[in-house]
T-cell receptor, first 113, second 110 residues
Framework: DAGITQSPRHKVTETGTPVTLRCHQTENHRYMYWYRQDPGHGLRLIHYSYGVKDTDKGEVSDGYSVSRSKTEDFLLTLESATSSQTSVYFC????????????FGPGTRLTVL | GENVEQHPSTLSVQEGDSAVIKCTYSDSASNYFPWYKQELGKRPQLIIDIRSNVGEKKDQRIAVTLNKTAKHFSLHITETQPEDSAVYFCAGPNTDKLIFGTGTRLQVFP
């Protein structure tokens, strides 16, 4: 499983509250990604990182921010959660520097009430 | 922007039959095309991929074909088994950012 963990695995929160999801990897991979998965939409890229403090937006970045202060951790923050952000969130890494093969973490199921 | 379309959205086959899932893409510069399998409640897992300099790649019962002229690529599963039942996603187009198709739910009936 490429040494990827996500925390928490499940979270229920209320509209308007801040939420931070954590992705942790043990193998020093440079590229890390955050996706959300919703029925009928597949996997959509939120943000990605190509190094410490180096991040860029994906196709659905509005309402989300990210930070990467250490190689091993990539944090996704919902500043003020909305019901439309109820989803399953997957973190992924590329196993070679900029290489295409992406491997996914176990996912976080987030429910915003 | 880049778009990846996947068809069909659902596919039911009898055990032992073949299954084919097709994806089309819009950017002619696309160079990398992976396929992922996701079982219920689990993470997507890479099962096979192909690069733009290759027309076909096989791994046991699964194969991927690429038609660069028509800008489509397909996943072929032969001799399907019940454990092949899952959602399959194609993706493209390049090495640092992937765009995923919307998925195909494959059901293999015994």
């Amino acid at each position: 499983d490429a040494g990827i963990t996500q925390s928490p695995r499940h979270k229920v929160t209320e509209t308007g509250t801040p939420v931070t999801l954590r992705c942790h990897q043990t193998e020093n991979h440079r590229y890390m990604y955050w996706y959300r998965q919703d029925p009928g939409h597949g996997l959509r890229l939120i943000h990605y990182s190509y190094g410490v403090k180096d991040t860029d937006k994906g196709e659905v970045s509005d309402g989300y921010s990210v930070s990467r202060s250490k190689t091993e951790d990539f944090l996704l923050t919902l500043e003020s959660a909305t019901s439309s952000q109820t989803s399953v969130y997957f973190c992924a890494i590329s196993v070679s520097s900029g290489g295409p093969e992406q491997f996914f973490g176990p996912g976080t199921r987030l429910t915003v009430l | 922007g880049e778009n990846v379309e996947q068809h069909p959205s659902t596919l039911s086959v009898q055990e032992g039959d073949s299954a084919v899932i097709k994806c089309t893409y819009s950017d002619s510069a696309s160079n990398y095309f992976p396929w992922y399998k996701q079982e219920l409640g689990k993470r997507p897992q890479l099962i096979i991929d192909i690069r733009s300099n290759v027309g076909e790649k096989k791994d046991q019962r699964i194969a991927v074909t690429l038609n660069k002229t028509a800008k489509h690529f397909s996943l072929h599963i032969t001799e399907t088994q019940p454990e092949d039942s899952a959602v399959y996603f194609c993706a493209g187009p390049n090495t640092d950012k992937l765009i995923f198709g919307t998925g195909t739910r494959l059901q293999v009936f015994p």
